[in-house]
């Protein structure tokens, strides 16, 4: 397989899955035109669209795409039935396309009906999970998101995490204000910021190390809780994710 970033708009990341036979999958179109070019340019022709929530750079390219590939099948959750999805999949579910099953995995928090594609080693998580950060809580809450992010922690380590944004600098700008002393992050703002001087994307990312840098995985770190104000071990720590998260609402 051959995994292939596709930039959109300022800082979105649309996915092709290319099984180097000719066939590719698509994940979250925000636009057509950036993958209609990669197509030709790369003579693929596309098994099926993922879609991973409603948000339009999300969904705003299936229209067109589907308008060149008529057959072409559209996955995505029940919010997105109005957005070109002609199959409505849910948590547990299971996508058989391009030689390869993707388990649905539930993980609202960013929206309510939001979905992962997972298929290993690859995820397909949106806006849920982010390189050093995790989405914004736009319709569902913190205690929603802490657990969706938990189904993740519980992918193996070499997990390739395709998410839609290149936030990660900011974020991880955000993670050494919190964690100051952390030399883990700050040797990896370092050759993130090298590779992005060269115009290199920072994603995919593995879970290994977002293990180790992404704060909205490591609630469970007692330096961090003290960081948030937490003098003892929460009883739920979902509500040092809250924390962690209004903060980065407000940084």
Known sequence: MNLISIPAFQDNYIWLL???QGHCVIVDPGEAPPVLDALQRLQLTPDAILLTHHHRDHVGGVAQIVAQYPALPVYGPQETADKGTTQVVKGGDSVDVGGRRYQVMA????TLGHIAFYSAPYLFCGDTLFSAGCGRLF??????MYHSLQQFAQLPDNTLICCAHEYTLANL???????????QIETYQQQVEALRAKG??????????????????????????KELGFNSPPNDLASAFSELRRRKDTF
């Open 107 to 110: 993980v609202p928090g960013h």
């Open 139 to 144: 319709e569902g809450t913190a205690e929603q």
């Open 173 to 183: 700008k955000f993670a050494r204000a919190i964690l100051p002393q952390d030399r």
């Open 200 to 225: 290199q994307p920072s994603l995919p990312t593995t879970l290994q190390l977002e293990r180790k840098i992404n704060l909205f995985l490591r609630c469970h770190d007692t330096d961090l809780q």
């Open 18 to 20: 290319d099984d180097q």
